[in-house]
């Protein structure tokens, strides 16, 4: 009995290891690769440290400036004799103060500064964003790219397995003198290049996968696997004009939110010129029976005389300069974005056509071409040189046409990064 049971505890184990041996990797559609970049890659987190540290260095903007204490001797002579009360009943000299001070903020520089502080995180919310869609496009251009490789070693693997049959076949037909060696070679020769090329692409879809972990801030070599579904989208009745990217573009808000501001730093510079009031009292303990005494003074401090408001009017004559140098900016941005946008759009629909052209006329007349050899090969009126020749240009054309796949799903991840469509 326990020697059973010792076989079937066996048996569970090895096929519990041989489970985990052939498991399949996580299929991961681009969705799913695109959250975990959003979670995961550094750059959100740098973005989201540097907002944090913003918005907690505004919630000091209506500080007050700290106040001043003060202890000491006041108008005390330096014969100590005299501190004490006169033999002729006089009062003793000097006495011992203490003093407070304390300065009060203008109301409306506080509120300057707070809305200049607190609008400071703006900027780095939009360029977070920005930043974000980069990352969005690199991560979609290796996984469009490793599409395209998939169906490629698709290709190559099953003309492979028919390079095979034709040369078991050719050596068939050699030795039964029905056809020519130096086609049996040729053969060879293709079936070693695709050979070469399947090592190249499993190789590429290797480089893909650790770029797709890089961007997801996982270990490199994390498998797993994507899911081969893509779509074309249509793009073509988009008017591309100032509206649009200002409303899309995050870097273009970035730039509205430094322009905005530099508005609100202009304002904190002028509300510098408006004066701040102060109290400072003071009180003294008298010598020798001297009274005391008290001060009870009012301050303030006059930043718009000439000789004190240069600098602060510098500063504010110099922040509007920059908002200016900001708005030509932007619309240098816009410019530059709406020719590329437009520009790509115009090729995006060529290279549909292209695209097009190959699957719906070139693809399909190659392959009824390189099927009517088969069929005369195999009923003996075509030659295995014909055949080949029919097969590689087949086999050239349906590359090019994933390469020109691949050309047009980077346009539209080039499209879709200039609208900052996800």
């Not at 040729?186 to 079936?191: H, M």
């Not at 009745?237 to 939110?257: H, M, N, Q, V």
């Not at 408006?274 to 009870?296: A, S, V, W």
């Amino acid at each position: 009995m326990s020697f059973m049971l010792n076989r079937v505890s066996i048996l569970a184990l090895v096929l519990f290891i041989a489970g985990g041996c052939f498991a399949q990797p996580q299929q991961m559609p681009l969705d799913s690769i695109l959250d975990r970049v959003q979670r995961g890659n550094p750059v959100g987190r740098m973005y989201d440290n540097d907002i944090r540290a913003m918005d907690e260095a505004a919630r000091g903007a209506r500080s007050w400036m700290a106040p001043e204490v003060g202890s000491g001797f006041w108008m005390a002579p330096y014969n100590t004799a005299l501190w004490r009360k006169q033999p002729d009943g006089s009062s003793g000299m000097g006495q011992y103060m203490i003093s407070a001070q304390q300065m009060f903020p203008n109301k409306k520089a506080q509120d300057a500064n707070a809305a200049y502080m607190g609008a400071m995180s703006s900027v780095e919310k939009e360029k977070k964003k920005a930043s974000l869609n980069e990352l969005y496009a690199a991560a979609k251009k290796n996984y469009y790219a490793w599409i395209i490789l998939r169906k490629k070693w698709g290709i190559v693997e099953r003309d492979r397995r028919l390079l095979e049959f034709m040369i078991r076949n050719a050596e068939i037909r050699y030795r039964n003198g029905m056809d020519k060696l130096s086609a049996y070679y040729k053969a060879k020769a293709a079936l070693g290049n695709l050979e070469n090329m399947r090592s190249m692409l499993e190789n590429e879809m290797v480089q893909k996968r650790i770029a797709l972990n890089t961007l997801m801030n996982r270990n490199k070599l994390t498998p797993f696997e994507i899911d081969t579904v893509y779509s074309i989208r249509d793009y073509h009745g988009l008017l591309f004009d100032s509206a649009l990217i200002t409303e899309t573009r995050s870097d273009i808000r970035a730039i509205d939110r430094e322009i905005d501001l530099a508005h609100l730093q202009r304002h904190v510079e002028l509300t510098k010129l408006r004066p701040e009031f102060g109290l400072r009292y003071e009180h003294m303990f008298g010598f020798g029976g001297l009274p005391m005494q008290f001060t009870l003074m009012g301050m303030v401090r006059i930043p718009f005389a000439s000789w004190s408001s240069k600098m602060n009017k510098a500063n504010a004559e110099s922040l509007k300069w920059k908002a200016a140098s900001l708005e030509q900016e932007k619309l240098m941005t816009i410019n530059e974005v709406t020719g590329m946008a437009a520009g790509i759009q115009a090729e995006l629909e060529t290279k549909k056509k292209q695209v097009t052209l190959f699957e719906q006329n070139i693809l399909p007349a190659l392959e009824k071409n390189y099927q009517t050899m088969k069929l005369g090969y195999e009923q003996n009126t075509e030659e295995l040189f014909m055949l080949l020749d029919a097969w590689e240009t087949l086999n050239m054309t349906r590359l090019e046409w994933l390469d020109q796949l691949q050309q047009l799903l980077g346009m539209q991840v080039e499209l879709e990064k200039i609208l900052e469509i996800r």
